[in-house]
């Protein structure tokens, strides 16, 4: 006969798989849960304990880009939560990993709506890994609507913790990729490739190559920016070198931003390999946002359906994501500037104006909420 746990062991176990988690140590996090799920059965009851294993599970998920799992997890805790009242640490998760899963979804004004209320628990939570973790993810969602000033204020508080614990090294990397990525926002090139090569330094010194690979991928863009095309090229291939980023669901971006940089550079063929290849694996790792903007590209770059592309950028200011459809409009207009087929050109400039317009309006918007 097994032995009984006292709930207050495996609660104490949950926290240290939570700690791997936030590492991103995928293996010891692994094994940790197998543990766990023995443990669960010869423990004695308590169902905060077991809720707090479901909301830690979901975040698992979330780091094992399992995104359709931690949507189950977290549909059956908010009825649990309904039914009972919950602790101010077990609310906080709650609310906090709902706005991970909403990034995820690339719900970005959902998870941030999500994040605030977090918060308003964080004080509850006496670590300070953890409020580091929390600015972190607070500054990606803010990062993805260009709120960039709010970004780098979360991913500096994040930094400045995580670098004083060697512990959270790849951590540190991706919170200088952050803040390297808003300074390219902001038109700091310079600053924004010291960072983001100092970021792949820490990243290969801290033995992550799926981080190594994110920041090459970022690297990337910031030479795209700049029309460094070649140099953009070999950063993306750089990244998809890496067998860990190729797994990911992260690929698809560099697949599609290598795609694009060939289109550009008028190496038709190569790009429409890529772009099919990118493609595929959109579909196959559940990224329909990355589908439309891929399909953009298509009939930009490739075939020219007018009617195919209208229906792609209707899709993305669908779901409002307006730096996207700014980016991608600005691309095409330019393209087709350069084609000169003024009519498209002027049209497609016009939509990038009108997205950057809505962007500023989300500015004011948060800036009112947060004054």
Known sequence: MAEVMAHETVAKKISDWYEEIKKHNTESAEALREQLLTDLQNMTQNQTVLLYF???????????????????????????????????????????????????RKRFMNAINFYRIAESRLRHIPNEIERAEFNYQVAIAYYEIRQNYFAMNHAEKALEIYKANEMYAVREAQCLMVIGCNRMDLFHYQKAEELLQTAVHQAAKAGDPHIEALAHFNAGICYERQEKLEEARVEFETALDQKEHLRSAYSVRSLYMLARVLLKQEKTDEGRFWLHKALNAAEEKNEPVYTQKLRILQHVFIDRNEEALESAFAELRRKELWSDVSDLSYQAAAHFKKQEKYKPAAKYFQESIDANDQILRLTEGIRNENM
Request: aromatic content about 20%; overall charge negative; hydrophobic content about 30%.
């Open 54 to 104: 479901n909301l830690i599970d979901s975040r698992y998920k979330l780091l094992m880009e399992e995104y359709e799992k931690t949507d189950d997890i977290l549909k059956t805790i908010q009825l649990n939560a309904d039914k009972e009242k919950t602790d101010q640490m077990i609310q906080y998760y709650y609310y906090f990993f709902s706005g991970m899963h909403e990034f995820y």
